[in-house]
């Protein structure tokens, strides 16, 4: 992107004028595009197709000269902004014809302006003068023009393309296949014959072109020709293996990795495995296990035992899929993991995995590192006795609510949420008056909001009331939370016909009365609608 900011940049003459008013700071490269194009742009393609023959050439030739330096894959985004921009003369210019003879002769870029045109005539005329040309330079216009929305424009760019498409092009179509991704407009017989010329045409020397192209680019052009190669081009895929594996892109890493074994000799391939299954990506892990078991299945099990010690969930699974036919018992392994933990990572990855492989007996083996001194080894620790046994360790993961670490507190309301109604109102609320750490408040208002539908309501307006103006920031904040989950009740009302106590209604309209104005006046009055008519003289205590 800083290429084709630099390119407009200087293809606009962005200099110091007072005429031009600066981009506000923040708009971002397409404000400043639109900012380049309301004030430069129009003029100086006015000049080029309204001026002299002489005049009108050197501002094309100009802004050709620049353009050569744009990034292929930059190239359509260019296009948009010059075409919109000639789109101000709506006939064809009486110089266009001068303008077209003099381009011919001024090389690909001076015409490749000429094919942004709005005007398809001209656009026509421009392609049959790329057409002449024949040092590659014309490629990627012609590659452009292919997916014109006028046919005759799209039918003479698909002539031309073809017409070059030889040994000596592999280069210059290896750089064109940015552009390859939009041919929509082509029909399908005549797109699926052109990938398979140029697949042709790339294949030759190995691959050499593509693996050249493939060395100078990035992001997402870099994709666009490893996928090239892969899905077209099975000449190419050794190159492509050898510079993929080492990719600063985790994508085309994870695209290789289960080519690595077709592409390459075993002796040069294990290696290659063996580093890619420690890489830091657990999806290229994950496919380097795979690829190890299916080629190399005694290598193999060293790193898939250490698989199940990863902290990537998927690479655990796929580790224990992979050792299921040793018929081993993935829940022992882990409770022997977390007696030789030497670190918390390995405790917690130790302890989520008991998790995802034991019983409701197993929790008694997670139980004691609640209190470990790693907030990390704590957190998973309070998943993992909570996934195998919720209900026998509810009562205990409430008392974490108030760890002083923000993120065990959050794991224990989010396991929580479930067995509130299990908890109690009351003991929700004696944690609340007695919380000592402000994220203790903040994570007790789902729980308060889980309970059942007239135990929640009382509850949350109580905490919703504490916000009033002498209220902390903090407070105030619990209070918010509050007021946004009585919101929720008010909204969601009808989803649930459970039946209010005596007791029940009697308690939410003293808590109403209690919180005063306190507690937002609509959302007062919603409640009031709510119970407005539920006799307390009908109910059962």
């Known amino acids: 992107m800083s290429g084709l900011r630099g390119f407009l940049g200087r293809l606009f003459g962005r200099m110091a004028s007072a005429s031009v008013p600066s981009t506000p700071a923040g708009a971002g490269v397409f404000g400043e595009l639109t900012n380049l194009y309301d004030y430069e742009l129009p003029e100086k393609l006015d000049a080029a197709f309204t001026g002299s023959g002489d005049s009108a050439i050197a501002a094309v030739r100009r802004m050709a000269g620049l353009l050569a330096e744009v990034r ?58 790329l057409a002449t040309l024949r040092d590659g330079s014309e490629l990627r216009y012609l590659f452009l023009r292919l997916n014109d ?77 490893v996928r090239f190669a892969i899905d077209h081009v099975p000449d190419a895929l050794p190159e492509m293996v050898r510079r993929g594996v080492s990719a600063p892109d985790l994508v085309i890493r994870k695209w290789v990795t289960p080519l690595v074994v077709p592409a390459l000799p075993a002796d040069a391939a294990l290696p290659v495995l063996q580093r890619l299954a420690a890489d830091s990506s657990s999806l290229v892990r994950r496919e380097a296990f795979l690829a190890l078991q299916r080629a190399f299945p005694h290598d193999a099990e060293p790193f898939l035992r250490g698989g199940l010690l990863d902290a990537s969930a998927a690479v655990r699974e796929i580790s224990r899929f992979l050792l299921r036919e040793q018929h081993l018992d993935f829940s022992i392994l882990y409770q022997a993991a977390l007696r030789d933990g030497s670190n918390a990572h390995q405790l917690a990855t130790a302890l989520t995995g008991l998790a995802e492989t034991g019983t409701a007996s197993d929790a008694d083996h997670a139980a004691p590192y609640l209190f470990h001194p790693s907030p990390r080894v704590r957190r998973a620790a309070v998943k993992s006795v909570m996934t195998l046994a919720g209900e026998a360790f509810a009562d205990r993961v409430v008392a974490m609510l108030q760890d002083r670490s923000r993120a065990v507190s959050a794991a224990a309301r989010n396991a929580l949420r479930s067995h509130a109604p299990a908890v ?115 109910r059962k205590a």
């Not at 808590?511 to 006046?521: C, H, K, P, V």
Request: charged fraction near 20%; aromatic fraction near 4%.
């Open 72 to 129: 292929t894959d930059d190239l359509p985004r260019v296009e948009v902004r010059i075409r919109s921009a000639w789109r101000l003369a709506s006939r064809r210019p009486d110089s266009v014809d001068t303008l077209l003879e003099n381009a011919r002769s001024s090389g690909a870029d001076v015409l490749g302006v000429v094919s942004f045109h709005a005007n398809g005539f001209v656009r026509e005329a421009a392609v049959n003068g």
């Open 149 to 225: 929305w006028v046919p005759p424009v799209r039918i003479a760019a698909h002539r031309a393309v073809l017409d070059r498409l030889g040994v000596d092009s592999a280069s210059a179509v290896a750089a064109s296949l940015p552009l390859i991704g939009r041919l929509a407009r082509l029909p399908y017989e005549d797109r699926a014959s052109l990938i398979a010329r140029l697949a042709q045409v790339l294949a030759t020397g190995g691959g050499a072109a593509l693996a050249a192209t493939l060395a100078s680019s990035w992001g997402e052009t870099s994709r666009l020709v």
């Open 424 to 538: 109690g109102r009351d003991r929700l609320m004696e944690l609340f008056a007695g919380a000592t750490v402000p994220h203790t408040r903040e994570h007790l208002i789902p729980l308060l909001a889980a309970l059942s539908k007239w135990q929640s309501i009382t509850a949350l307006v109580h905490v919703a009331a504490a916000g009033g103006e002498a209220a902390t920031a903090a407070e105030g904040k619990v209070a918010s939370l509050a007021h946004a989950c009585i919101r929720d009740w008010n909204r969601n009302y009808n989803r649930s016909q459970a039946t209010p106590t005596r007791t029940e209604i009697e308690q939410l309209v003293a808590a109403l009365t209690a919180a005063g104005e306190s507690l937002d006046e609509s959302i007062a009055t919603e409640i009031r609608f709510a119970i407005q008519g539920l006799s307390i003289t009908d």
